[in-house]
């Protein structure tokens, strides 16, 4: 079944910082810590990185996993089996937290 | 690929998360130009507006809550009570999640006051809504929150709100006088025995840390989870009747008019700066504080607005607390 996000939580794209964020990935830094999406989860604020907010777009439920996988490989440098866990162990968290759901 | 749980940073954010909304001003002229600021807050990307004064009341209301939910904001509108909006109620095909504003109904908490608040309650559910409670906890009724909380119960309610002090320019010093005082809190604490029966079947929405301590005690080491110090100017907004973006209701400091300009502008300009950089200092009062890293100064709006005899310090800060033991801090 598809993921998708838990129509209860608010979400945006903090547009300047994922702009910022672009402008750090081209000069090569790291930039795993810089949140992009902001999100409110039973009143509380939370942030996705880019990657993580890149995933959390994609989660409307129209895709796969392999999908999903296949779109974030296309999109990012990364090796596959790095790429596959740490999709697994994120989305097993947020699927956790009820934040995406099966369905 | 990350999630954070805690110390973001959010200093960076586009625009504020919420606002609050005057709909009506002090001398009771309706917002102008409503439907365009409605727009503004909506191209801006808001999570939740809550209007306020009177809001119901407002001629183009039906228009601004077609607007704010068409662009997916969750709205709150609090209710006073008055026949305007009453009109208004009765004219709107779909109700806001309504908050009854309390401080409408109750001065002294006679007999007649609690059954007004009772009949408003009852007369708004006939509309489909199921109301919070709404009531700002200043010196006069402070004393009544427990008997606020039974009526909740008594009645249904299952969300009560005890939300900032609203502040604008015509704040009178008679108005400051109406503020409580720590030595009112600590009498409050005396009084509310057993505050987890208070809170049975009730959910509490507390703006002030003080209070929120006596109605929460012993949940100080899980922390004040849905709070990171004051929020004014970062994920938080105020826009009074005339359009003037303030840094929160608290707090009638100008940052820009959403007549004039976008809200993503205002946000980026440097008079929302200087509130973050006063917001980010440590109050004198407040050095050495134990606690500090739990209250972090308070409500700055206030103390901004009003001044503070005590070096800064939340006005309803009893004083400097020592180092917590467990070397949390």
Not at chain 2, 121 to 130: D, V
Request: glycine residues 10%; aromatic residues 6%; contains cysteine.
């Amino acid at each position: 079944m598809n993921l998708q996000r838990n129509p209860e939580i608010v979400w945006r794209i903090e547009k300047r910082r994922e702009a910022d964020v672009l402008a750090a990935m081209e000069r090569g830094e790291d930039v795993s810590e810089h949140g992009t999406v902001i999100l409110i989860a039973n009143g509380m604020m939370h942030q996705l990185n880019f990657v993580g907010g890149r995933i959390w777009a994609l989660c409307d439920g129209s895709r796969s996993d392999e999908e999903l996988f296949a779109l974030l490989s296309g999109e990012f440098q990364v090796e596959a089996a790095e790429l596959a866990a740490d999709l697994t162990e994120f989305i097993n968290d947020l699927t956790n937290r009820e934040w995406l759901r099966r369905g | 690929m990350s999630r954070e749980d805690d110390g973001m940073t959010i200093a960076q954010l586009d625009t504020p998360l919420r606002a609050t909304w005057e709909l009506h001003d002090s001398a009771g002229e309706i917002s102008l130009q409503a439907e365009l600021v409605a727009e503004k807050l909506v191209y801006a990307g808001l999570f939740y507006v809550t209007l306020v004064a009177r809001p119901l009341a407002h001629p183009a209301i039906a228009g601004i809550l077609t607007i704010l939910r068409g662009g997916g904001i969750q709205v709150q509108a609090t209710f006073a009570g008055t026949e305007e909006e009453w009109q208004g109620v009765a004219g709107l095909k779909s109700l806001p999640e309504i908050g009854l504003d309390a401080n409408a109904f109750l001065s002294c908490g006679t007999a007649n006051e609690w059954e007004s608040l009772h009949q408003a309650l009852e007369s708004l559910r006939q509309y489909g809504t199921r109301p919070a409670l709404w009531m700002v906890p200043d010196r006069e009724r402070l004393p009544l929150l427990p008997q606020l909380c039974d009526f909740g119960r008594r009645h249904g309610v299952t969300r009560i709100k005890l939300p900032n002090t609203p502040v604008d320019a015509s704040f009178s010093a008679r108005q400051a006088r109406s503020l409580p005082t720590p030595a009112q809190l600590a009498a409050l604490r005396t009084v509310i025995i057993d505050p987890v029966a208070l809170r049975s079947g009730l959910t509490l929405e507390v703006h002030d840390l003080f209070l929120w301590e006596i109605l929460f005690p012993g949940e100080r080491e899980n922390g004040r989870s849905e709070y990171g110090g004051c929020q004014a100017a970062n994920s938080l907004a105020h826009i009074a009747a005339n359009g003037m973006v303030h840094p929160c209701s608290s707090w009638p400091y100008a940052l820009g008019s959403l007549l004039e300009r976008p809200l993503e502008e205002i946000w980026q300009q440097g008079a929302r700066f200087v509130v973050l950089e006063k917001i980010a200092a440590l109050p004198a009062g407040c050095a050495g504080c134990g606690d500090y890293e739990q209250c972090f100064g308070g409500c700055r709006g206030l103390v901004e607005t009003l001044g503070s005899a005590d070096n800064g310090r939340d006005l309803l800060c009893a004083g400097r607390r020592p180092p917590s033991p467990k070397g949390r801090h």
